[in-house]
């Protein structure tokens, strides 16, 4: 049953539009039931209605011309109840509807089951049979399961029909919206081009070939100059293999030929399909055909296969690679778009980034947030290939993707990016001005950074200071361990850029989301995982030449250093770590550097830590509270994950009561606290952070001149009443509103921009 299951979802899988993923799936289903009918109905959003859209069994000329509302017949009600109905006499029930055309007059026995995606019911699954029985479980239990399991791919290859027809029809324009998680904000319309890393064949996408005859040609070359690698390859390594091994080099070239994967690959591309996705499709199927093999041997060729697969692939990318033109307003999109991409596009013409994977706090995100393009990310059901060259429009606000928009929208849009020009270039003045409460408080507004390109951007929008220097970032875009001179000159530049301002910089968070390429950390759950302190900890000459290397960097400046530690979770590890800088320290006095003793603090960012916070504070000399973190571990919410981005609420009243009582805590224990995670760049919330009590809002300085324009519209009194009310509320919802009205009714409603689609 699963084998029959699992080979069902992955034929389908492989189908890149719907109706021929609907023709398999009534064609397996019937096959593998045994039944004499399988049809879909699938729910239209414009009009509600179930319309039938597939049949084995039914009359297929009825296909596309009939459909049931919501609640009539019997699919309409599975629909409408959401939960399966298995009859055996059908005509025999009361909301049966006879549809003379369809032909189902013979089937007495029908099951159907609702395809439900998100919580959305997608449409209706039916199996009937002529004899008057009921299916029994086992068979109801295996439509259920199927159908759960199509139901992300029957949404996925809707998003994709529905881009098929728009080409079609050429100007009718409907807006097709995607939907993400927001990864940079701003909007940006511009001209989709898409992104896949060189010679990975799992990222090139389904195309069909513009020209059959030149993609032909091109696979050849490629396929020849595959071929003479391996031929120069195999020479040059004659003399040290043994004859088995050469014989290996013999099968490669072997199973290039012809009347081989050759032979396949280019009968594929006779089909219509572009060059690199017939290699990819053949090679995928190749590969999964070999790994399913029981011989452990036979098991290990599929990686040959693959290798041989992503080498003719590199040689086929190669003689394309010069066609890439980035036209102004380029937005790129790809299933991971990665930092290296970025580099691949002039700067002055990147307007807008879209990822299939990944979340806000993605390294990718990050970076757009730094260079302040628009991004919108996890966009799962993006059909890559057909927006090739398509008007996009990014609103990395809300974390939407519209594709072909409407006139209507594209000027709603056009308004915002206006709108935040206006607004941007008016907070402008507030520039050199302190983040001043209207009762005389004053509260420290620093930055969060990472790229050499946000220091100036920082400076340019008044930042006091760096709260969160994730030194990580640069260690990524090496491919080795930074050596301790090449740190110190990398965090001389930012101290010197800030001097006088206190810089805090984070001891290597890794693990989690964040790998280095060289230094790879396989788990499976690795937010819970090997990260931040605890890799840092278990390689102590790590930790020891960072800290060297920034104390040492803030030698002769004003700028008091900070060092910061992140995914404390146990009091040992903070005694750990003060133990380890303080040796440094003393060995660098030692060695005659003249550095002023820098203050260490921790990161709250695990709820142990929160609980904890005022033996921490007792320990350390300042606290900041990491909310991404906190409220993921706190929700239980994976911070990457897309299908649950909604369940991610960093407003929650749960995580700001913990918040809450960090602040306390340190304030018990006579400590300063910050808080550096994205909820203080959120104008709303910051108000609410203040009036917790916080001294430092460390945040993106993109957002710094609207956190700043709001605070000094409030008092801290206000604040602090604010805070109140909002920490006995029930939800993030109820905040969030209650919020947005105290904002909009203090003219401050621009700080927090209203939905578009709301407001449509
Ligand atoms: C946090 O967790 O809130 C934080 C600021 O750190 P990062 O986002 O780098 O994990
Ligand atoms: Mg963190």
Not at 54 to 74: D, F, I
Not at 416 to 425: K, L, N, S, T
Not at 723 to 736: F, K, N, R, Y
Not at 745 to 760: E, H, N, S
Request: charged letters at 25%.
């Amino acid at each position: 049953m699963l084998d029959t299951l699992r080979s069902i979802v992955q034929e389908v899988n492989a189908v890149p539009d719907l109706d021929a993923a609907l023709a398999i799936i009534v064609r397996r289903v019937r096959e593998a039931m045994g039944t004499q009918v399988c049809s879909v109905y699938l729910v239209d959003q414009a009009s509600g209605r179930y319309m039938f859209m597939a049949t084995e069994g039914l009359n297929e000329a009825m296909v596309g011309h009939l459909s049931l509302g919501p609640g009539e017949g019997l699919v309409g009600l599975v629909g409408q109840r959401a939960e399966p109905i298995n009859l055996n006499d059908a005509p025999g029930h009361p909301n049966y509807f006879h549809f003379p055309e369809i032909g189902e007059e013979p089937f007495n026995a029908f099951l159907g089951v609702p395809i439900i995606h998100h919580r959305r019911v997608l449409g209706v699954l039916v199996v009937q049979q002529q004899a008057t029985r009921r299916f029994d479980e086992s068979e109801e239990a295996f439509l259920v399961t199927l159908s759960a399991q199509l139901a992300g791919v029957i949404a996925h290859a809707e998003a994709t029909g529905g881009m098929d027809q728009l080409g079609q029809r050429g100007a009718e324009r409907q807006d097709a919206r995607f939907v993400g998680v927001a990864g940079a904000p701003g909007v940006a319309i511009g001209t989709a081009v898409l992104m896949f890393p060189p010679a990975n064949l799992d990222a090139v996408p389904d195309k069909e070939a513009e020209d059959v005859t030149v993609e032909l040609l091109l696979f050849e070359r490629a396929l020849n100059a595959a071929r003479s690698d391996i031929s120069s390859l195999r020479d040059k390594l004659a003399s040290s293999l043994a004859p088995q091994e050469q014989a290996l080099f013999d099968a490669y070239l072997h199973m290039l030929d012809d009347r081989a994967l050759g032979g396949e690959i280019s009968a594929l591309i006779r089909q219509g399909q572009w060059a690199q996705g017939a290699l990819k499709n053949v090679i995928a199927e190749h590969v999964a055909h070999f790994e399913l093999m029981e011989d452990s041997y036979l098991r290990e060729r599929a990686a040959d296969v693959k290798e041989l697969g992503q080498r003719v692939l590199a040689h086929l990318q190669e003689a394309v690679r010069p066609k890439k033109h980035f036209p102004e307003k380029t937005i790129i999109i790809g299933e991971e778009i990665t930092p290296g991409m970025l580099g691949e596009v002039p700067a002055e013409r990147l307007a807008g980034i879209v990822s299939m994977r990944g979340s806000g706090n993605s390294h990718i995100a990050i970076l757009a947030r730094a260079m302040g393009v628009p991004t919108v990310m996890g966009a799962v059901d993006l059909p890559l290939s057909q927006l090739q060259g398509r008007e996009l429009i990014v609103d990395g606000f809300y974390g939407q993707v519209y594709a072909n928009p409407t006139r209507s929208l594209r000027e709603q849009y056009e308004e915002v990016i206006e709108d935040e020009r206006q607004f941007f270039a008016g907070l402008g003045e507030l520039r050199d001005l302190p983040c001043e409460t209207t009762d005389g408080h004053r509260i420290a507004l620093w930055v969060n950074i990472g790229l050499s390109v946000d220091v100036e951007r920082s400076l340019d929008r008044g930042a006091e200071g760096v709260g969160l220097y994730r030194t990580e970032i640069p260690f990524m875009s090496a491919d080795r361990f930074p050596t301790e001179e090449e740190q110190r000159v990398m965090y001389r530049e930012s101290m010197v850029a800030f001097n006088p301002r206190p810089v805090t910089m984070r001891t290597l968070d890794i693990g989690g989301d964040k790998a280095l390429t060289y230094f790879p950390i396989q788990e499976e759950n690795p937010f819970l995982g090997w990260r931040g302190i605890r890799v840092t900890l278990d390689h102590p000459e790590i930790l020891l030449v960072q800290v060297r290397a920034m104390m040492k960097a803030s030698a002769g400046l004003k700028s008091h250093l900070r060092i910061m530690l992140p995914m404390i979770t146990n009091l040992s590890e903070v005694e750990e770590a003060l133990g380890l800088i303080h040796r440094s320290y003393d060995e660098l006095l030692d060695e005659g550097h003249e550095i002023r003793k820098p203050e260490v603090g921790v990161m709250i960012e695990v709820p142990a830590a929160a609980y904890q916070s005022r033996l921490i504070a007792e320990k350390v000399d300042f606290l900041a509270v990491g909310s991404n973190d906190l409220t993921q571990y706190m929700l239980a919410v994976d911070r990457n994950n897309p299908r649950v981005a909604d369940l991610y609420q960093d407003l929650h009243p749960a995580v700001l009561g913990a918040i809450r009582w960090v602040v306390e805590s340190a304030r018990a224990a006579g400590k300063p606290s910050g808080i550096c995670g994205e909820l203080a760049g959120n104008p709303a919330a910051a108000v609410l952070l203040m009036g917790m009590g916080f001294d430092v809002l460390s945040m993106n300085s993109t957002n710094l001149p609207k956190v700043k324009w709001v605070l000094r519209s409030f008092s801290l009194a206000r604040a602090a009443e604010l805070a109140t009310e909002a920490l006995g509320m029930a939800s993030s919802e109820e905040i969030q509103t209650f919020m947005h009205e105290v904002l909009v009714a203090k003219g401050l409603g621009r700080a927090i921009r209203p939905d578009p689609r709301v407001a449509a």
